[in-house]
């Protein structure tokens, strides 16, 4: 299962396994964000822009409450994604007031190129793992994803 013994894993408390999980969480995702050198994009602006491509178009106040930062400071992102040809803004279909932020061609490229990267390089780490220590992986996914919602 893992390096822990089945007696140990039942003495876990969860704030113990929330430790862990979350010190893991944080390294594995530092390690491959490094990945992301190759799209000479800063991390705020592959953030905001994986929102765009992954979840749809958003108002700037939407893009910045998802991102947890302040509209300037999303404005400010959002003008250097659009300056780069990765967004584009379009009055509201919906309100003629508003205005969506939306991933290009060029944006929803960069954003898949980066995903493989960093897909490319967890298998890579996952390479040396048996079939059973991929299927505990696979339902440690199943279960953070049911966390999630």
């Known amino acids: 299962m893992s390096q822990f013994s089945n007696k140990k894993l039942h003495s876990l408390t969860q704030t113990e ?9 944080i390294h594995l995702l530092r390690q491959l964000r490094l990945q992301d050198h190759a799209s000479s994009v800063g991390p705020a602006k592959l ?47 919906n309100d003629g007031r508003s205005i969506r932020i939306s ?14 990267r960093r897909i490319h390089d967890l298998t ?17 996914s199943a279960l953070i994803d049911q966390i999630l919602r």
């Open 17 to 25: 396994v929330a430790d862990r999980l979350h010190s893991a969480a």
């Open 124 to 140: 890579e780490r996952l390479h040396g793992l048996s079939i059973d220590q991929l299927r505990c992986l696979e339902e440690a």
């Open 103 to 116: 991933a290009t061609a060029k944006g929803k490229k960069l954003l898949v190129d980066a995903r493989a």
């Open 47 to 93: 953030s905001a822009l994986s929102i765009l491509v992954f979840v749809g178009p958003k108002s700037l106040g939407e893009l910045a409450q998802m991102e947890q930062v302040k509209p300037p400071t999303m404005s400010r992102i959002v003008d250097g994604l659009e300056e780069e040809g990765f967004v584009k803004r379009k009055t509201d279909e």
